[in-house]
T-cell receptor, first 115, second 108 residues
Framework: SAVISQKPSRDICQRGTSLTIQCQVD?????MFWYRQQPGQSLTLIAT?????????ESGFVIDKFPISRPNLTFSTLTVSNMSPEDSSIYLC????????????FGEGSWLTVV | DAKTTQPPSMDCAEGRAANLPCNHS???????VYWYRQIHSQGPQYIIH???NNETNEMASLIITEDRKSSTLILPHATLRDTAVYYC?????????FGKGTMLLVSP
C-alpha cells in the first residue's frame, strides 16, 4: 500500500481567500487525483493531477478555481481559490499504485471550513 | 464505468458476518470490482478488489457471481470498528466513481 499525507488536515478560512493543500506520497506513483466531499455527500472527482502537464478537470471544475500542481511523481498541491462557504468540504488526495495492482489509495483528507 | 447499486443501509450484530451486496449488471469484461470503506469522514480505506474470481485478504472476502453482474463483500466477524459507509465501485482504466454506498451499522 501507499502512505499519503495531506496538509493541512483541517483549517478555517475567511471567505475570499485561497488555501493550498499539499499531498505527499511515500513512493513514486503514476497517477494522482483530487476529490471533494461536501457535507453528507459522497466523493466527487475534481481532477487528475498530471506530472509535467496541466491537470485534467472533471465537468463542473475549472482551473481558475482549483489550480493543481504536480511537480514530481510523489507530490501534488490543490489550491481552492477565492473561497466561499459553499467550498466548505473535505478535500482528498489519492494515488494509483501500479505495484499494488493499480489500486488507488487515499489520504486522510483536508477539512476546510469557510466562514 | 458501469454503475453499481447498493442498499443504503444495513445492520449487523457484533461478531456475526456482515454480507454487503452490490449489483453491477452492466459491468464489462475489463472492469474490476473494488470495495472501499469510509469511517466517519476519514479518507476512504481500500478493502479488496477482484475481476471474476473470489478473493480473500486479511480484511474481507469478495464473492463475485459467475456472470459478474453482482458481488458480495463479506466481513466474517464484524466488530464495532467496522461501522462505516462501504462503497462498491466498478473500475476499468479510468478513475474511481463513488456512489452513495451502504451505511453498515454494527451493534453490540
Amino acid at each position: 500500500s501507499a502512505v499519503i499525507s495531506q496538509k493541512p488536515s483541517r483549517d478555517i478560512c475567511q471567505r475570499g481567500t485561497s488555501l493550498t493543500i499539499q499531498c505527499q506520497v511515500d513512493s513514486q506513483v503514476t497517477m494522482m487525483f483530487w476529490y471533494r466531499q461536501q457535507p453528507g455527500q459522497s466523493l466527487t472527482l475534481i481532477a487528475t493531477a498530471n506530472q509535467g502537464s496541466e491537470a485534467t478537470y472533471e465537468s463542473g471544475f475549472v482551473i481558475d478555481k482549483f489550480p493543481i500542481s504536480r511537480p514530481n511523481l510523489t507530490f501534488s498541491t490543490l489550491t481552492v481559490s477565492n473561497m466561499s462557504p459553499e467550498d466548505s468540504s473535505i478535500y482528498l488526495c489519492s494515488a494509483l499504485l501500479a505495484s499494488s495492482g493499480n489500486t488507488i489509495y487515499f489520504g486522510e483528507g483536508s477539512w476546510l471550513t469557510v466562514v | 464505468d458501469a454503475k453499481t447499486t447498493q442498499p443504503p443501509s444495513m445492520d449487523c450484530a457484533e461478531g456475526r458476518a456482515a454480507n454487503l451486496p452490490c449489483n453491477h449488471s452492466t459491468i464489462s469484461g475489463n472492469e474490476y470490482v473494488y470495495w472501499y470503506r469510509q469511517i466517519h469522514s476519514q479518507g476512504p480505506q481500500y478493502i479488496i478488489h477482484g475481476l471474476k474470481n473470489n478473493e480473500t485478504n486479511e480484511m474481507a472476502s469478495l464473492i463475485i457471481t459467475e456472470d459478474r453482474k453482482s458481488s458480495t463483500l463479506i466481513l466474517p466477524h464484524a466488530t464495532l470498528r467496522d461501522t462505516a459507509v462501504y462503497y462498491c465501485i466498478v473500475k476499468g482504466y479510468s478513475t474511481l466513481t463513488f456512489g452513495k454506498g451502504t451505511m453498515l451499522l454494527v451493534s453490540p
